[in-house]
């Protein structure tokens, strides 16, 4: 073949490989976004039950179509403190075998009728540019990106096709077991997908192409592409706390101990494939797709009763340096899925909230009984307030940068969100300043006052209550009860200041405590105020 020739190969096989993954990025990224709700129920079911755990991760990766982004998702719940390694474990096993589905719709092409599937690239793209409805554009795009695939897994067919004796004078020399594992290993750390690796193989045997003799060699390739796709999550969890780099590990060790189980396997058994799958499958694409799923998934059966041994080895390997932080909601592997990233969002502000009303109860408390030293401890939680709300900050910054249309509301929403609740923040320390200037000018008050402004807190503490519950659960029925109890908390500032008003008439009360009590009062209305923002802002699950 000439140079020329040999350039046009690639630019053709380059441009396959490159179609291919956008349409792989158009069906998982909308997909995800069509899915959104379902992804999230999914991972917040994770349970003791090991099968269970499994199957989550089979879904998701279904759903997402990429075990290396389902990885870095549960490395960064697992970071987050949200899941444990037990539960990390079995949901890995899970994805491993949820991304053999990109290989099986891949094994497809092989047959004549999905020539017809790339149709789907201009009823998707036409349904996005036509259509209206949102749900419909996303599901246009899914069609799109389904049809990309077909798209590009025919012209790097075709590439090769075109160029097969060329190509097949390479593939069929290269027999070294060893050298063809470390080819895989390669491929898939070099692309990050080893479904974009197994997609490849699967575009040579469509074009009628083997690897080495035609027996186990191709095999050799597709267990070095499972190690291969651990380093998206090993790379990402570089910065994590300890056990999000254990759950990158024991993913590592699971694919790992499963490839060189089975490397051992086909060298001890030369004759495997021609044995097995050859005989079961009349096409080679349809082999290579289904050993890939029949590796995870004998893996998954090997390995599961051992989760808890991988687990005990992650901990030996990755000592505990330090004490944990404080737990927190936000990783930036979470952006990856606007829909959890959101949903992280929406726990790191409850976070936030319940730290801002912590100190809020401090500093009332402090005010109460006039006791100085509880100042300092309310200004920490103030601060500590202050941290939260600046890594939410940073956080909505990235993922608005990097988010569609869709989801910039629920970003602005939380945007606004954070900022009443950082006004119960400044709250609590215009309370420890009211508490100051109590004790500095012996302003007292009395016990009927204090009963007062208590039943006006307790009012507050029960709208902070079911403002939380709407926020967690979406129930919007609470609304009427959370304007009902704003009202009550309206009613009992006028009372509180007329009430006031009536004893410094009749000489019950100093002057000089007018500013104080007024303020204070008005304070507490101003924080209802904030809470019930927050709870308007709260969309019901059915968007």
Known sequence: MTFAGMVMFLVKLLAGTGVFLVGVHLLTSNIEQLATGKIKDLFGRTADKRMVNVGIGIASTAL???SGVTTVLIVG???????????ATAMIMGANIGTTVTAQIAALSAFPITTYVQIFVFVGIMMGMVCKEDHTKKTGLVLAGLGLIFVGLSLMSDSMKDSRDMVQG??????????LFVIGILLTALVQSSSATTSIIIAMSVAGLTIGTGGNEVLYIILG??????????????????????ASLIHFMFNTFGSVIFFAVLLCWPTFMETTFQSWFPSPATQIAMFHTFFNLTCTMIFLPFCSVFVKVSELLIKEKKPEAVTTYLDERMLS???????????EMLL??????EAFRTAYQSFQKKDRSMIAPAHEQINQANGIYHAIVNYLIQLSAQSKLADEQNISNIHNNVGDIMRIAEIADNFTKYTQKSIDRNLDFSDTVKEEISAMVQRIEELYSMTRTLVLEKDQTLLAQIDQTENEIDAFRKKLIDNHIERLNLGKCRPESSGVFINLVSNLERLGDHLTYIAYTVKSDGH
């Open 77 to 87: 719940f697992v970071n987050v403190g949200i899941m444990n390694l037990y539960q």
């Open 337 to 347: 899925s606007a829909s959890l990233a959101i949903s992280q969002l929406e726990r």
């Open 64 to 66: 997402i179509q990429s």
């Open 225 to 246: 592409t499972n190690i291969g796709s651990c380093v998206t999550a090993l790379m990402s969890s570089f910065t994590a706390r300890p056990n999000a780099r254990r």
């Open 170 to 179: 390479i593939f069929e020399v290269v027999t070294n077991p060893f050298l």
């Open 352 to 357: 936030l909230s319940d730290t801002a009303m």
